[in-house]
């Protein structure tokens, strides 16, 4: 599907969202999960009561490198979670002033009280602007803008956004990494969009800003698929001559066409 109209970014966005709850239905048959939208912050705890005191999302556990990385995962399940990235050595590359990550909660209102009652920050647009779907972008304290989706149903992390240079050139490179399936697809003036089925878990949109020149991209993962083809997945990914980084027999980074960092994860077959 492919939508074409002139308004701004985030209201496009939530008309997509709208078509679809889960803006991507999930491939039960896949080898892969995407698990975690993936993000660095400066610090641990004031990132944790940002998203745990004001978002309402809980942390579920965290993963300790010590002396080098320090990441609490966020969220509702293990299969929608966001990883907060606080490496020893900060890294110095701009912020995207676009959404990173699409969270679903039931209600924006409680949640915008929250924001308000702490002084920061909430940008809500209303269902009359967007289609139907109310939706707020507000950033974290380290910068990372972050896309709530009001949606009936549980709260959910409901995927990860990617900035690319090349919307074409990104999706053929998960449609040949992952067999991922392309399916609703946003289009205007400003930006060209589309929304990957990539397997279970969360869905991953490949986001190209239109006429804007791109920001040098961060050397850490942006979001993490697990996959019990992994072994395949690297070789697919060698032969495409894009940059690798092997981390273990069980985990390596990969580049997409547009420098954003890919973390593959080896999932034993059920």
Known sequence: MTLRHGTQLWLSCALVLAVSSAATA???????????????????????????????????????????????????????????????????????????????LPDLDDVAARFQAAGQPFELHSGEATGGVRLAIVRDPSGNAIELVEREGPPAVGGARLIVRDRAEAEEFFVRIFGAAPEQRIQTDTFDEVFMNVGQGMFVALFEPTGVASLPKSENPVVAIYSTEFDAVLERVKAGGLRVRERSAGMFFADDPSGNVVEVVRQSAP
């Open 26 to 104: 999930q491939n039960a048959t896949s080898p892969h999960t995407v698990t975690t939208t993936k993000f660095t912050i400066d610090d641990v705890s004031i990132s944790k009561t940002f998203y745990e005191d004001l978002v309402g999302m809980p942390e579920l556990r965290r993963f300790v490198a010590e002396g080098r990385l320090v990441e609490p995962f966020m969220g509702w399940t293990e299969n929608g979670r966001m990883g907060l990235l606080a490496y020893t050595e900060k890294e110095t590359v701009e912020k995207s002033p676009y959404p990173v990550s699409v969270v679903f």
